[in-house]
C-alpha cells in the first residue's frame, strides 16, 4: 500500500523525474523565466545539501510555493546510514509505495565512489545474493535513481566522484530508465560526471550490452561472470540471462565497437569456483579478450549458502591468472561490517546481521 495515498495525501510527482524537457515545459505554461531552469538544475544537481524547493534561495517565494504544490523535491526519504570504520556509508531509503532502496558511498583513495541499485529486488537470484532471494518487486524510476544519488553523495563536497551502478538489480532490465538517468548524470547542468567514471555491471543482457554500446560508448562495463564454464555458472546464477558460449562474443563486439576494457567480476566462493583448475579454465576462456578480472571475496553472511574462499585460494587463483598473463586484481573489501559489498547491499530487514544494527 502506498504510505502517501493511504494518507489520502495525493502523490506528486518528484522533481528528478522533470529534468529537463518536461521541467522546461512546466515553466514555460507557468509563464515563469527560461532561466529558471537552470536555477533549479544548479539547486538539485550541483547542491547536494538542499532539501526542499524552500531551500533553492534564488527563487522567488511564489515560485516556491507553485513548485512545492506542484511536486515533491524528493521521491526518497533516508531511514538510517551506517557507517563502517574504512569510511564506507551504506544509506537505507523509503521509497513512496512503502519499498526500499540502498545506496554505499565509499571513500577510496583521494576519490568518492557511490554504489546505486536499479530496481527493488532482483530477478536474476544469484545464490551468494541477498537481494535476489525475494526475486524482483519493481524497477526504479530514472528519477528515483538521481535522488538516490544526491542523497548519497558527501554533503562536505568531494574531489572527484565515480559512480558503479553494482547495487541491487540488473541494469540492462531496466535499460530505459537507466538510459536517461545515466544521461542525467552526464549531462553538463546536469550531474555532470565524466563518462569514464560511470561504470555499469550486468549479468549478461545481450540486448542491454549492445544498447549500452550505442549510446555510451566511454561508460565503462562489468560483467559479473562467477564461473569459467556453463554448468558451475547455471549453478551460482540460475537465471543468468544468456550463455557464456553467447556473452563471450557479444563482449568481442563491444571491444571492436567502443575500445573499451571490459571488466569481469568473479565472486570467490569456497570449494565451488575457487580451484586451481577453474583459474585455468578462466584463462583460457578469456584468453583472447581485451579485458581486466576483479577477484572479489564473498563477505560471509549469516544464513548465507556459501563460504567465501580463504585468502590462500585466492592468492593462488589470482596467481594462476597472472601467469596465464592475464590482468588480475583483487577488491578491496570496503565496508564488510555493514554489509556494503557488492551484492549484499540490501538483506531483507528482519534478516540483518547483529552488527549492521
Ligand atoms: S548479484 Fe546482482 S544480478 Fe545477482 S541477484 Fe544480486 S543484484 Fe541480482
Redesign the pocket.
Known sequence: MDPEKAKGEPLLPSLGEMFFQPLEDWLKAENEKRFRLDQLAEWYFKRPECSSFEDCGNLPKALKEKLSRNFAFCSLKPEKALSSRDGTEKNTLLLRDGLRTETVTMPMDGHTTVCLSTQVG?P???RF?F??RDGLKRNLTAGEMADSLRLALPKEGFESLNIVIMG???PFFNYANLKTFLSLCQAKRGFNIGSRRVTVST?GVLPGIVKFAEDFPQMNLAV?LHAPNEKLRRLI?PGAPSKISELIPALKSYFSKTKRLVTFEYVMIEGINDGIKEAGELARLLRDLDCKINLIPLNDVPGQEFSGSPEANILRFEGKLRECGLNVTVRRSKGGEIKGAC?QLAARRGEEDPKAG
Request: charged residues 15%; aromatic residues 0%; neutral net charge.
Open positions: 532482483c536474476v537470484r544469484c545474493c537481494s535476489g541491487m538489480g540488473e549479468v559479473s546464477i551484492g
